[in-house]
């Protein structure tokens, strides 16, 4: 249409959009939105943080990073600190923040078996709560899972049924690079001395932190004679983590071994305001006061609740054979 105005012409155009048209735009704009939700979900799946690996190697990580995060200072303070009642507060926190995520509960369970034999309780119940929990656990991991072995050989170990512990799969876990720990305590209470102290070492030139293996590569050396590398080792482990019973036992004994009951007293004397209720504690001051002559004092911290431990506690099997033959 043409308007002529002051001698001007100006054009004007109307156009009209079509239902077609109008359909069209619609179906482009909606293909366009979706390609664009999925170009961004793409981006978002492909830059996600990562859940954060597990310390122990072995299981499949939670998708909660807290949870994760509970369950690796769990193992920290076992491993390194040996800070064992915190441990298992620790992995109790992450049962709390996801309660299906079965490795929390296998470490729970290898928690409590270790805190007994840390000589923090004589309880047996706390035994079969710790079966009971693997038991509920096994199901939901593989059955060559690391963690579930661990926890596995603890439970069945404190029990005495030897011929429910994983042998040949705990094995192989080790072969694959897997924590030795518990592979070469069953094999350093079968009297497989050197295969045990080849086991340690090898971990200990990975793991140079890991005090456990520290700890039961002294007693290793103690049981081997070797008494001045035997108290080099576990002084050491207790250096690195002061707050724990089971070295304090082994370095008082090789203290006695060497000759220096004057030492093994002094560190049990050093232990004493925090652990004078131990069991571990009560089992070395009784051999301390034994290997002295004091008999009668020995028999008062070797008393029934002491021995009740002992029928469980593997860590004082050979102790209290000692204490008796004393």
């Known amino acids: 249409m043409k308007e002529q105005q002051g001698g001007e012409i100006k054009l004007q155009v109307q156009v009209t959009a079509s239902p077609q048209n109008a359909a069209a735009r619609v179906v482009l704009w909606t293909g366009a939105t979706l390609l664009i939700t999925i170009l961004v979900g793409l981006i978002w799946w492909t830059l996600r943080p990562a859940p954060s690996s597990l310390l122990d190697g072995s299981t499949r990580p939670s998708t909660d990073r807290e949870v994760n995060d509970q369950f690796n200072l ?19 926190r992450a049962i709390a923040l996801d309660p299906n995520f079965a490795p929390a509960h296998l470490q729970h ?12 309780t004589n309880d047996s119940k706390l035994l079969l709560e710790a079966e009971e929990e693997v038991h509920r656990a096994e199901p939901k991991v593989s059955d060559t899972d690391g963690l579930l072995l661990n926890a596995k050989t603890a439970v069945y170990l404190s029990q005495g049924r030897l011929d429910r512990i994983p042998f040949a799969k705990l094995e192989d876990f080790s072969r694959q690079g897997g924590d030795p720990t518990w592979l070469a305590i069953l094999r350093m209470l079968g009297g497989q001395t050197d295969e045990s102290m080849k086991l340690l070492r090898g971990w200990l030139e990975r793991r140079p932190l890991d005090n456990p293996a520290r700890m039961f590569m002294g007693e290793l050396l ?4 070797d008494t001045t590398n035997a108290i080099r080792f576990l002084e050491r482990t207790l250096q690195q983590g002061p707050r724990h019973m089971t070295p304090a036992l082994y370095l008082s004994l090789a203290y006695l071994d060497a000759g220096q009951p004057n030492q093994a007293r002094a560190l049990l004397l050093r232990m004493r305001p925090e652990f004078e209720k131990n069991y571990l504690w009560r089992h070395a001051w009784a051999i301390l006061l034994a290997a002295g002559g004091k008999h009668n004092e020995a028999s008062q911290f070797m008393d029934e609740e002491n021995l009740k431990f002992a029928r469980f506690a593997w860590t004082v099997w050979s102790s209290t054979a000692d204490f008796y033959t004393l």
């Open 222 to 225: 103690r049981s081997k004679g």
């Open 74 to 92: 769990a193992f920290r303070f076992l491993a390194v600190q040996n800070d064992i009642p915190l441990a298992r507060r620790t992995s109790e």
């Open 109 to 120: 369970a290898l928690f409590t078996v270790i805190e007994f034999f840390a000589g923090y």
